[in-house]
């Protein structure tokens, strides 16, 4: 089966795309976009892993589902398109982020110019059927994206985890925190920003931790 993806993702998963669960989740992944709407549109499923190749990770940040509304999911977690509306959980994040390093609430939406800097946006599931929140959970994308966060723990060095909720920190607990750097918080949901998201001060840590290792800040 050939997934079209990143050329530095495709060898570091070859692996996971020959194993029979993905061979089902590809089946039921082809079967919905034929018979349902699906988000993001099918050549950006992988959009999060085009825009950062595997060699240029230096930070990932954990979602759960793409946003199932018109227009707004195109495969990078918290991102929409430009022009669309900021989700709620998108503009408590640059509430935090302006609080946290000054960075002015941003017109779009887009994040692109942090995956290309380096920022892995990974929704833990990564379709969903438009109106129906969580409906491509438990096909097989959990075991895809477990795997992904894996390789990066034990290729990588150095790296910073972002987890934001209770269902991303379940997620990364195998982690190895003696040579990553893993932030964790309440969601930016509008139910639990105020219970400690707002003020965890994670953009400037994970630059901080980044300088520290002579790597690349990033420019959020």
């Known amino acids: 089966m050939d997934v079209k993806i990143d050329t530095s993702w495709k060898e570091v998963l070859a692996q996971e795309f020959e194993k029979d669960y993905f061979k089902k989740l590809s089946a039921f992944?082809?079967?919905?976009?034929?018979t349902h709407k699906i988000y993001p549109p099918a050549k950006l499923v992988f959009n999060a892993f085009d825009q950062c190749p595997f060699n240029q990770v230096k930070v990932v940040i954990l979602g759960q589902d793409p946003y199932h509304g018109p227009g707004q999911a195109h495969g990078l977690c918290f991102s929409v398109n430009d022009g669309i509306t900021f989700p709620p959980s998108l503009r408590n994040i640059f509430k935090e982020?302006?609080?946290d390093v000054g960075k002015p609430i941003p017109t779009t939406g887009n994040l692109t110019d942090w995956a290309r800097?380096?920022?892995l946006l990974l929704n833990a599931t990564l379709t969903v059927r438009a109106g129906q929140a969580g409906s491509?959970?438990?096909?097989g994308w959990e075991q895809f994206t477990d795997a992904v966060i894996h390789q990066i723990n034990t290729q990588k060095e150095?790296?910073?985890?972002i987890l934001w909720g209770s269902y991303a920190i379940r997620k990364g607990e195998f982690i190895d925190q003696s040579k990553h750097l893993v932030l964790t918080s309440v969601h930016p949901s509008p139910?639990?920003?105020?219970?400690?998201?707002f003020g965890n001060k994670?953009?400037?840590r994970a630059n901080?931790?980044?300088?520290?290792h002579a790597l690349g800040q990033i420019n959020w």
């Open 29 to 34: 992944v082809h079967e919905e976009y034929r």
């Open 97 to 99: 982020l302006q609080q």
């Open 202 to 204: 994670h953009f400037s």
């Open 117 to 119: 800097q380096g920022v």
């Open 158 to 161: 150095h790296v910073v985890f």
């Open 191 to 197: 139910l639990s920003a105020s219970r400690g998201y």
């Open 136 to 139: 491509h959970q438990k096909k």
């Open 208 to 212: 901080s931790f980044l300088k520290q």
